[in-house]
Each structure stands twice: as structure tokens, then as C-alpha cells.
């Protein structure tokens, strides 16, 4: 089963799960491709691989390989691979010809992976903010909504013939970070965390717009207003206030030609 998915960055159709801002227009160029974790094992179990390369890396060296992540975790190679890759894309690991070396970011979350799963969660949500799973998924799935894990990996799933089980495993990696959280029913919702994120932005947003100070109306202006105040242009002789009219006249007929 293949461990990548490829797609534009637009939407799939859900009646069950669309949200009205930030919809993932669909790309002209050619398709997105999204590394997708492994499918064969859990999402805890391929996090034991980054806190083997920072294991790894500690001890001195620049990288780790793979036969140091099987020594480590003693996961297969046919599963090591596939998630290698999906934490590289996700921004945890970079590779190269000496093998894998977790970024500051990894780093983070592999530390305290071994020493607190419980916390790791928390950290390993706030590195991946920047990551284009975090990105996908406030712009699929509405807070305060219940969904299955196929519901949510339908929303997320860029193009309509990806495969969809590597979007649902995906989901147990939203429930790691702390991005979903699961109900008493089983049934998954946003969890408040990302919720309450987004709630700050749009706060934030509001704030900033309230505290621009508003415009001086008899200051002059620029762009296409009149350069003029009101009591500047009452005071103005008849064939100055022509003069001004026939420019800006002159002006916005050049503008409307252009529009069309």
C-alpha cells in the first residue's frame, strides 16, 4: 500500500465536513504531494524513531541509519522507511547521503518523548504548527463538529482517487498531538486547544483593526481620493475646480478602460 498521496491543495467534496474560510483552492500547476506516515504501525510506535535519531545524533554522530533505527526501536525496515520519510516532510527529521538527523524541532519533541509521553504531546502539537498537516486540517474539519476517523480523513484528503487508508491512519497522528480528542462515543471533534488557537487569531486580528487610527478626512489624501479637503475645494476658483474635475475624470476613464 503505497504511504504517499498526491493531489492539488484544493478540497475534496464533503458535505459533512466543509468549512467557509481558508478552502484549499485547487492548484493550476501540477499536483501537491503529501508524504504519508506508515499504515502497518502505530503512530506512538514510528514517534520511537525520532527520539532514535536524536538518541543517535547525541552520542556524536551527524546522522542516524537505518540499522540504528532498527537496533532502537526494533521495527521493520519496510515500515521504518515510509515514516522516516512522512516525519522529514513534516519537518522533525532531515535526511541526507549520511541518513536521518532530527531538526531543532525534532530534537524538542524526541527529548521529551523519552522522558514524558504525556507531555511529549503537547510539544510535538506546538512543532508541528507550521506543518502542512496542521494547515490541512483547520481548513477541513469544523470545530465543534463530531466526526469518524473516515470522516475527517475524507475532508482531509486533497484529490479524489488518494487512497484513503493513509488518510485515516493519518488521524491517529492528529489524536497524538492533541489535535483531535475523542469522545465517550468514539466519535472525534477539533480539540479546544486548536480551537482556542484560532479563536486568538481572529481576536488578534480584530484587535489590530480596532486600534488603526482612523483616517483625518481634511487631511489630503492619496491614490484616487481627492488630494483635497472639503473646505479646501469649496475655496477653490471655477476654473480651478474644472481643472480638478477634468483630471480626475480623465483618470478614472483610463481605469475603467483597463477593467475592461
Same mark, same amino acid.
Given at each position: 500500500m503505497s504511504a504517499s498521496s498526491s493531489g492539488p491543495a484544493g478540497r475534496s467534496a464533503n458535505r459533512r465536513a466543509p468549512r467557509g474560510r481558508g478552502a484549499k483552492a485547487a492548484s493550476s500547476t501540477k499536483p501537491t504531494a503529501y508524504r504519508m506516515p506508515a499504515t502497518g504501525i502505530q503512530a506512538n510506535r514510528q514517534m520511537d524513531l525520532l527520539a532514535a535519531a536524536v538518541t543517535t545524533c547525541a552520542t556524536g554522530r551527524s546522522a542516524a541509519k537505518i540499522r540504528d533505527f532498527v537496533r532502537e526501536t526494533g521495527l521493520e525496515r519496510r515500515d521504518i522507511t515510509p515514516a522516516l520519510r512522512f516525519l522529514t516532510d513534516t519537518g522533525l527529521l532531515t535526511s541526507g547521503p549520511a541518513g536521518?538527523?532530527?531538526?531543532?524541532?525534532?530534537?524538542?519533541?524526541?527529548?521529551?518523548?523519552?522522558?514524558?509521553?504525556?507531555?511529549?504531546?503537547?510539544?510535538?502539537?506546538?512543532?508541528? *504548527? &507550521?506543518?502542512?498537516?496542521?494547515?490541512? =486540517?483547520?481548513?477541513? +474539519?469544523? %470545530?465543534?463538529?463530531?466526526?469518524?476517523? /473516515?470522516?475527517?480523513?475524507?475532508?482531509?484528503?486533497?484529490?479524489?482517487?488518494?487512497?484513503?487508508?493513509?488518510?485515516?491512519?493519518?488521524?491517529?497522528?492528529?489524536?497524538?498531538?492533541?489535535?483531535?480528542? *475523542? &469522545?465517550?462515543?468514539?466519535?472525534?471533534? =477539533?480539540?479546544?486547544? +486548536?480551537? %482556542?488557537?484560532?479563536?486568538?487569531?481572529? /481576536?488578534?486580528?480584530?484587535?489590530?483593526?480596532a486600534q488603526t487610527p482612523a483616517a483625518d478626512s481634511s487631511a489630503p489624501q492619496v491614490g484616487l481620493v481627492l488630494p483635497l479637503s472639503m473646505d479646501q475645494l469649496l475655496h477653490l476658483t471655477a476654473e480651478d475646480y474644472g481643472a480638478v474635475m477634468r483630471s480626475l475624470a480623465t483618470i478614472y476613464d483610463v481605469l475603467s478602460r483597463q477593467r475592461t
Open positions: 536521518w538527523t532530527p531538526t531543532v524541532s525534532g530534537v524538542r519533541v524526541g527529548q521529551s518523548w523519552t522522558a514524558n509521553r504525556e507531555a511529549a504531546r503537547t510539544v510535538f502539537g506546538e512543532a508541528w *504548527r &507550521d506543518s502542512w498537516v496542521y494547515r490541512l =486540517l483547520i481548513n477541513s +474539519v469544523q %470545530a465543534g463538529v463530531a466526526y469518524s476517523a /473516515e470522516d475527517i480523513a475524507r475532508a482531509m484528503k486533497p484529490y479524489p482517487t488518494s487512497t484513503l487508508s493513509p488518510w485515516v491512519h493519518l488521524v491517529d497522528w492528529l489524536e497524538l498531538a492533541r489535535y483531535v480528542e *475523542r &469522545d465517550d462515543d468514539g466519535t472525534l471533534r =477539533l480539540s479546544k486547544a +486548536v480551537g %482556542a488557537e484560532e479563536t486568538t487569531h481572529g /481576536e488578534a486580528q480584530d484587535q489590530d483593526q
